[in-house]
Nanobody
Framework: QVQPVESGGGLVQPGGSLRLSCASSGDTFVGYAVGWFRQAPGKEREFVAARRWSGGGTTYYADSVKGRFSMSKDTATRTVNLQMDGLTPEDTAVYYC??????????????????WGQGTQVTVSS
């Protein structure tokens, strides 16, 4: 089965950008939805962005990142990317890539995913 592995986290100044990548160390993401979630210290894990790997379906974004983050897939490298622009300290969190087969009503929720990566730290600070 799929096993997401995140990369690309790091320290960035406010207003800066980072690109996270999510690759599967197992099966490809075909047939799955791939979601990005984040968890800050003391807070619940929250939805960031998600899309199904296959098809031309909708990419979903949390209101907090809409217009700043962009999710895409690279079929050549079989990875999912999250381009994060205009980062603020409030974006500081561990970012997780997850895979699952959610119905539409759960594609933007934690419960829609059952396979999780280990996370990559994103710190936005001056």
């Amino acid at each position: 089965q799929v096993q997401p592995v995140e990369s690309g986290g790091g320290l960035v100044q406010p207003g800066g950008s980072l690109r996270l990548s999510c690759a599967s160390s197992g099966d490809t993401f075909v047939g799955y939805a791939v979601g990005w979630f984040r968890q800050a210290p003391g807070k619940e894990r929250e939805f960031v962005a998600a899309r199904r790997w296959s098809g031309g379906g909708t990419t979903y974004y949390a209101d907090s990142v809409k217009g700043r983050f962009s999710m895409s897939k690279d079929t050549a490298t079989r990875t999912v990317n999250l381009q994060m622009d205009g980062l603020t300290p409030e974006d500081t969190a561990v970012y997780y890539c997850a895979a699952g087969r959610p119905i539409i009503s759960t594609i933007t929720t934690v419960r829609g995913y059952n396979i999780w990566g280990q996370g990559t730290q994103v710190t936005v600070s001056s």
